[in-house]
């Protein structure tokens, strides 16, 4: 399975979005975090934002919503062109009604795990989804270091993702760089979201070009 690259503009110069975005123009997506200081103790950038980012992106934008009540939120998404929208299990009241107004809206359909939300109370959703996002640390931040301990549940979801023969993509999300995201393929994931590795490197698609190559061995 192809890696996909997807830096996270959370590094990025919130004064220069659009700048920023040109520099990953080799990526395959820009990776979006929306943060309501609810859901997570952080806050960012809404659905106006957004929508001026999906017009101005040289490549399709990943949006992950980091919020509460998505089932109310989550669609504006879609229809401002997000080409992915991601919501939280924990904060969904309705994920497969979600997940099935995200795709007739035209956008993939993503759930996404906290670290310590298992995976197995929604294998039964696997067949509504595009995207499983694995957080490989606490959702909130930027800067943090992968936590290990989640590679079995990337495991877990990927095999079973295989025996319904699925084609579930598997996102990881925090801590990946040229020392994590290895095993992070090995494990199953298919989707890399890098923040700081991306936006902290000197030749930004020359980090991207080695993320991938290390992602698809
Ligand atoms: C964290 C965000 C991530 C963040 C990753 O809650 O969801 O997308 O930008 O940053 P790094 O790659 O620096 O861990
Ligand atoms: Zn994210």
Avoid: C
Wanted: charged share 20%; proline share 6%; glycine share 6%.
């Amino acid at each position: 399975m192809a890696a996909l690259i997807a830096p996270s503009i959370l590094s990025a110069d919130f004064a220069n979005l659009e700048r920023d975005l040109g520099k990953i123009a080799t990526a395959d997506w820009a990776h979006v975090d929306v943060m309501d200081n609810h859901f997570v103790p952080n806050l960012t950038i809404g659905l106006p934002v957004v929508e001026r980012l999906v017009q101005v992106s040289p490549v399709p934008v990943d949006t992950h919503l980091m919020i509460e009540d998505p089932d109310r939120w989550a669609p504006g998404f879609a229809e401002a062109g997000a080409q992915s929208v991601t919501f939280h299990a924990e904060a969904a009241t309705a994920p497969v009604r979600l997940a099935r107004e995200l795709r007739r809206l035209g956008s993939r359909a993503g759930l996404a795990l906290r670290p310590a939300t298992p995976v197995e109370p929604f294998l039964d959703l696997l067949s509504e989804i595009d995207m499983l996002l694995v957080m490989t640390v606490e959702p909130g931040f930027g800067g943090q270091s992968f936590i290990e301990g989640t590679l079995p549940k990337i495991q877990r979801a990927r095999r079973a993702i295989s025996a319904a023969d699925l084609d579930v993509w598997v996102q990881v999300d925090g801590g990946i760089s040229r020392a994590t995201i290895e095993r992070a393929a090995d494990a199953g994931a298919n989707v890399f979201v890098a923040g700081s590795a991306v936006y902290g490197a000197d030749d930004v698609p020359a980090e991207i070009d080695t993320l991938r190559q290390l992602a698809s061995k």
